[in-house]
Every structure is written in C-alpha cells, then in structure tokens.
C-alpha cells in the first residue's frame, strides 16, 4: 500500500474539492430516494463587495458540518449560496475607484455609473466564492443567487407592488436620519448612537410684553433659529401662568408660542424646552400634535440655509452654533453653559453626525407585519432561537417596539424603486415601466430616482431564492428551511424581517430555528476589527495548519463567545496527523484485509470466531460515540461533537485498540485469524472516517479512498449511482443494542491497570528495557477473572516479567502501589530496578525547584500591577500554571513516601 508519511492538507484541499464539485455531490438531485427527508439551509449573503473573515469561518463551518451529516444521513440537502448587492458599500468602493481617475459618479451619470458597478463585480467582486471553496462549503452552487439579478429584482418589484396595494408601503414626508457625508437617509439600525461629552447651553427667550425671560437648555444651540414653539409640562407649577405666552425669538423676527405637551420632562434643564419640529424627532412629533410649524434651518449637506437668516445663511452647522452662541452672548441672553454628557447618533459606515432632517421618503408600515411574526412565535413558537435565552427576548421586545421602516435611499446602486411620476406629479406604482405607462395613461414618466435600503432584498431572500412568487418545485420542496445560521448582531436588520416578509408572503416561517453563533474575539477579548488590525485572515490559518483543523476550532466555538487561540488549531492540526499515521499503520497492515461492516455486529458469525474483550469493546465504544454525536448534532451541539470524537479517534481507538490490535495484525504467517483483526481494524477506521467526515472533509476523503473494500456498496443507498466518495456513504446512526456496557466496564478496568503500571514505570525512571512485577489484590471475583484474561496483553503492554492476581494484595515494602478501580490494588516491586536513594533525591530536586517556581509566579500575582497591566491571557497562563504545580508536587510527595 502506497501512502505518503506526511499528510499534505493542500494537496487534498486542491483536489477533492474540485472533483466533488464537478460531479454534482452538493446539489440535493444527487438523492435519487423520493421519500427522502429535506434539510435546507439558505447561506446569509456576504457582501459583494466582502473577502473570508473569521466570522463567515465561523459560520460556515457550522452550516457545512449540519449540511453533511444530514446528507450522509440520507436528507435531500440543499446549502444554497449567493450573495448581498450591498448598497453603501459597493457604491462607496467603485466611487473611490473612479475618484483616483479624477473623477465623480456624476460625471458618469446613473446608467454609465450602475454599468462600471456591474464591470466591478465582474472583474473583482465575489472574492469569497473562491474562498468558501477553499473552506469546503459543500453549498450548490448551481443554485447561486445575487440579490441585483434579474429573477430576484422582479421579486423585489412584486412584493413592493403588493405592500403598496395593501397601504403597508407609502412615501411620505417625515424626519429622518440623514448622513451628510453619504447624502441619503439610514434606517435606525444604520446608525450608532453613542454617549459623548458636551455642553448644555442655557439659552433665555425674552416673554412677549413683559420683563420675564424663559430659559431653555439645549445641546445643539443653531437650531434654535428653526424653534417654532417653547414647551412646559402642563404639570408644572413654575410656568403655569406662562402656558399661552408669546416668546420673542432671538436673533430672528419671529415670535413663537410657549405650549403646554406631557411628553415634556420637568427635570430637563430648566423644564422649558425648545421645540425645533424640522431637526428633532421628538419635537418633530410634538410639532404634528401640536400643529406647529416646521422651519426647515439646516441643508442635506448640514450647512444652514437661507430660513436661518442671511448672517447664517451657508455656514457649517458647526459655524453656526459658534456664532449663536456669540450673539447670545452679546444680547447678554447666554445664561450659562455647562459641562454635559449625551448620546449622539452617527452615521454606522462613515461616522458623520448624523443630521435629522425632514425629507420625503418611502416608508414601510410595520404594524401588521409585526403582529404576523409576533403571532408565529407566540402560536407556533417560531423560529426557535439556538440558544433561546436571551434570544428570543430580545427578538420579541424588539419587535414589540418596533417603529415605521425607512426603506428608500438615495443611492444608484440597488433596485430602483417602481414608482413613477406623471407630469402633473401623480404616483404611479408599477412592476414595470410598461406597466406603469398602461396604469398611468401616458408615456411621460420619470422614474424614482431613489434605490431601496439593501436589507429590503435581504428580507425576501428565503423565497427569493426558491422562485417565488412561481410556484416551483424548490419553493414548495425547500421552504422553509431547516435553519439559519447568523450572528446576533442582525437579528433585527434581517432575521426578524425575514420572519415578517416570509408570514406575510409564504403564510408561515422562513425557518425552523435560528442558530445563532457566538463571536471570535482576538486573543486579548477585543472584537477583531479592520480598522483595529487585530483581525485574523482564515486563509492565513488555513495555509499554516490546514483547512480541516481550522475546521474542528471553529466547530466548536458554537453559541459562546471565545479568544482566538492559535494553539488549539495547532492542536487540532496534531490530531489531523494523529489520524494520518493512525491510518497510515492500518493501511501498512492491510494485505488480504477488506472493510467488511460484518465484523462490526455481534450477530455476524466472523466476531464470534475469533473477538476478544477489546474487540468488543471498540464495537461498543464506536457505536457510543456514534449516538452520542448524532444526538448533539441535532441538538446543535457541537463542541460535545468535536470533543466526543476527538476522545474517541485518539484515546479509544489509537492509544489503545491499535496497541491491543498490534501483535494480531502484524503477525508474520498469513491466517484466517490475522486477515480478521486486520479487517476489523480498517473497518473501525473506515467507520470513525466518516463520523469525523462532516468535520474535516479532506483528510476523510484522501484516506477513506485508499482503503481496501470501500467502493459504491459503501454509499448511503440514496447515492448508489454516485462514484464512491466519503461525502455520500451513510453516516454512522450507532446501534444502541451492540453498546456493551459489561465490555467496556472490563475494557476500563484493563485500560487503568495497564495506565497505572505505566504511570509507575515513568515516575520511577524504570529504565525501558527493564521488565516489572505486577502484584494484583482484587476482592471482587469479577475483576480478578478480568485481569486473569487480559494478562497476556497487559504483560506485553507494559513489559511485565509476572502479573499476579489475588484476592489481597501483598507486596515487598519497596514497592511502588496504586488504587484500581472496584477496591483493587497494584504494587510494583523496586528491589533490584532503581538506586532508592538517588530517585529520592532527585524527586526532591524536583519538588524544590517547582516550589520556587510556584513562589515566584504567586509573588507576580499578588502584584496588583501584573494583575491591571498584562494581557488577561497572560494572567490565566500564570494561574494554570500555579494549578499545574501544585498537582504535580502532591504527585512527587506520594511518590517519595512509596519509596521509604
Ligand atoms: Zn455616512
């Protein structure tokens, strides 16, 4: 048998990949059962625009490990991938493109500009596409989707269409939040309020027709050249007699009214409040209450314009407020200014301070479409949350609170939206122009020249995706889909919409549960970030330990946040080899063997002829393990997975049944007895391949192919057609009848006798060539019959000259004993095998050296600047370690004490 010594991770990634894909092993057609059962998931798109970060990693690992378990498992399986047009984003990266050629999107104009945006996409965008084969997504990609495609923007265009019908879609005039940087309107998620340090500025209005002044405080002065009101809280005492008044307003020539309005909060400031309706949200409420006025003082581009009065006219809001303050200051009207913390909104992509603005825009009503997802989850408990605390809280409250949805912006890249205008101003809503001109009666229209907000497309994309609205055969198979995999920090923008868009148009959920991940963080806890630097790229990881181990870290991490830890991967990259030179030994030992499941059931003839306690019991182990990881597969856990597997592949099935295996299956003489073991022991491989399979699909595929025996009758019988391939053979389900809890209860028995010796042989420097004595006392009867038939392969595992069992044990005083389990005990006599007094004192020099050591890292912790100043790694490192030392002292006392 042919086998390279090193695994080489690239040369599987390259290959295996390719050739999967070629031959249509991800598209759910390759399930030729017609009583299947379906597994769906729809990938979240990445932008565009994006390249692989940890988080997609992180995601798509654990959608891949879902998807292929569940297609070994038999499910027609359908992982459907594309990608998001990304609005902001791919505008602002084609501007700046076009910006180093000195030029504008304007001097393109829309139709060349939106032309250049589709050149880039062709050119250099869907970067990740390469990148999620890298990863081994094992996603249709026949099935791709763009969000700008044709067959999804008439989706777009029909589902607008309808809500307009339904009146759950209008355009209006509202305040909103404007970038005057990005020139367009964001949604509340789009921007990131944050607290900052200010200043309060008391501002008095002299009272019409008296000597009295009104104070207001406000944090952003220039707008008061836009107040069309002051209000109080009718509550309030102090200004009683002034409700009704007329308020001289500085520096302008208008006089505005003092109105009395609940919502106004007496401990504010003074308790009278200016109320500016065209830059406020709150005031621009009280304005429609209270029929005020909206002065509209500030511009798209956040300069003051010509209602602020000609000296403002033009200047910066930032101008403006210095110069307020200056008048005020000279009208002896400033009454004081005070240092003040309070929350600011900023644009999310470019951090501009974002200007409320009124503007006319199109909204969504939320309402109905609120209530439809409320009732799903209170009804029908959908979606369910992975975990469901907090998410599901969080999900409802939201919901609960949920306000009217801006969804237009003033962007060129994105679907247009499909209203049209006569000449005489009239709205025409349309799925087409043609369409348009038919409604409205002539052919001089001039389309909306606004886009929708990206995550308009985003919402429908769970049917988008299968056809609707045609009624397709995807659409009615594939929705809705099993899960959906996301982080928490777009449960609102997307989750959430999905729910409503999909009860709405679907008449049911998008998804069953939504497995929500938790957050890779750098190895300091700080979120990974561009502008910070301290991201990790996967494909750097990937090209250091393999794709596969990086794989297994990543599976693992699950709903917890976690620090990026570079030696777990190396770890991981470890077990890869473990596996590798595992495989390697079985395939070196494999003349005249063949996998052969038989060898694997109790009831098939071959065990009976010849098994021992370890074959028994690696049968129990393997089928354990097998419905131990089934059942945190479905239940989304997938560290329990990982660790289950990791315990089994290395501890059970390398350090020990090999070991056990070893003299049968290397034996020289051909034998009936030998072509068993060594079948057996390639069929427990081929088995642990595939459980390991869905986690790390190259090393699987590269070894599962060159094993003896496994062809097409290997495959699930979903797939029989298909050529062999590990990716479609059937995943182990375990079989709890052939768990044998009498054989492993004997097997661990033996494991920790043979432990145990070893532990002493290490511990006491017994030179290797040397052979011990193993004095067994064991009251229970059982045990002794245990240890009896084990014998032969205890001596030979731990080069014992004599293993003598007993029903009490009684040794030599200078014998090295231990605890067994089921109240047995083990000696091992030391006469004749080591110089007593100088293992004495070299145990001694060891415990004093870990003592001083131990000394020295309390007296670095008990340093409360360590403590404050190192990285909080480093701290743990230390206290690990402190934990470490002391175990191993307790260690070094028992064994000196056995050698008095
Ligand atoms: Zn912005």
Known sequence: MDIPKQYDPKQAELHHYERWEAAGYFAPEINKDPKAPVFTIVIPPPNVTGSLHMGHALQHTIMDVMTRHKRMSGYRTLWLPGMDHAGISTQLMVTRELKKEGKTRQDLGREKFVERVWQWKADSGGQITVQMRREGASVDWSREKFTMNEDLSRVVREVFVRLYDDRMIYRGNRIVNWCPQDQTVLSDLEVDKAPQAGKLYYLQYPVKGSDRRVTVATTRPETMLGDTAVAVNPNDERFRDLVGATVELPLTHREIPVIADEYVDM???????????????????????????????????????????????????????????????????????????????????????????????WFMRMDQLRDLALDLMSQKHKPQFVPEVPYERIYTNWLENLRDWTISRQLWWGHQIPAWYTKDGEVVVAKSEAEAREKAGTSELTQDQDVLDTWFSSALWPFSTLGWPNE???????????????????????????????????????????????????????????????????????????????????????????????????????????????????????????????????????????????????????????????????????????????????????????????????????????????????????????????????????????????????????????????????????????????????????????????????????????????????????????????????????????????????????????????????????EGLIDFEQERQRLRREREKLNAEATKLETQLQNPSFVERAPADRVAEVRDRIADIAQRTAQLQQTIENLQ
């Open 472 to 830: 397709t055969e995807d659409l009615k198979t594939y929705y809705p889909s099993s899960v959906l995999v996301t982080a928490r920090d777009i449960i609102f923008l997307w989750v959430s919409r999905m729910v409503m868009m999909g009860a709405k148009f679907m008449g049911t959920e998008p998804f069953d549960d939504v497995f929500i991940t938790g957050t890779i963080l750098d190895s300091q806890g700080q979120r990974m970030s561009k502008t910070k630097m301290n991201g990790v790229d996967p494909i750097d990881v990937f090209d250091k330990y393999g794709v596969d181990a990086t794989r297994l870290t990543l599976a693992q991490v699950g709903t917890t946040d976690i620090r990026w830890n570079e030696k777990q991967v190396e770890s991981y990259r470890n077990f890869a080899n473990k596996i590798w030179n595992a495989a390697r030994f079985c395939l070196l030992n494999s003349e005249g063997a063949s996998v052969n499941s038989n060898l694997l059931d109790y009831s098939g003839t071959a065990l009976s002829l010849c098994h021992s306690i370890h074959d028994r019991w690696i049968v129990s182990r393997l089928n354990r393990t097998a419905v131990d990881v089934n059942q945190s597969l479905v239940g989304y856990q997938f560290h329990e997975a990982v660790q289950t597997l990791y315990h089994f592949f290395w501890d059970d099935f390398c350090d020990w049944y090999i070991e056990l295996s070893k003299s049968d299956v290397t034996e020289e003489e051909t034998s009936e007895r030998r072509a068993i073991a060594r079948s057996r022991l390639i069929t427990v491989l081929e088995q642990a391949l595939r459980l390991l399979h869905p986690f790390m699909p190259y090393i699987t595929e590269e070894l599962w192919l060159r094993l003896p025996g496994v062809g097409k009758q290997s495959l699930h019988p979903a797939y029989e057609h298909a050529e062999p391939t590990i990716m479609l053979a059937a995943y182990p389900a375990g079989d709890s009848s052939l768990i044998d809890e009498q054989a492993e209860w004997e097997m661990q028995a033996t494991i920790d006798l043979i432990s145990r010796v070893r532990n002493i042989r290490s511990e006491m420097n017994v030179k290797p060539s040397e052979r011990v004595r193993v004095l067994i006392g064991a009251p229970d009867e059982r045990l002794r019959n245990v240890y009896e038939a084990a014998t032969p392969q205890i001596s030979r595992l731990v080069r014992a000259s004599e293993v003598s069992i007993h029903d009490r044990l009684e040794a030599p005083r200078a014998s090295a004993r231990a605890i067994l389990v089921g109240g047995a005990e083990l000696a091992v006599p030391l």
């Open 267 to 361: 401990e504010f400031g003074t308790g009278a409040v200016k109320i500016t309706p065209a830059h406020d949200p709150n005031d621009y409420e009280m304005g429609l209450r209270h029929n005020l006025p909206q002065v509209v003082v500030i511009d798209q581009f956040a300069k003051m314009t010509a209602d602020a009065g000609e000296r403002f006219a033009g200047l910066d809001r930032y101008k403006a407020r210095e110069k307020v303050i200056e008048e005020f200051e000279q009208l002896e009207l400033l009454e004081r200014v005070v240092d003040y913390e309070f929350s600011i909104s900023r644009c999310e992509r470019c951090k501009t301070v974002i200007e409320p603005l009124i503007s006319t825009q």
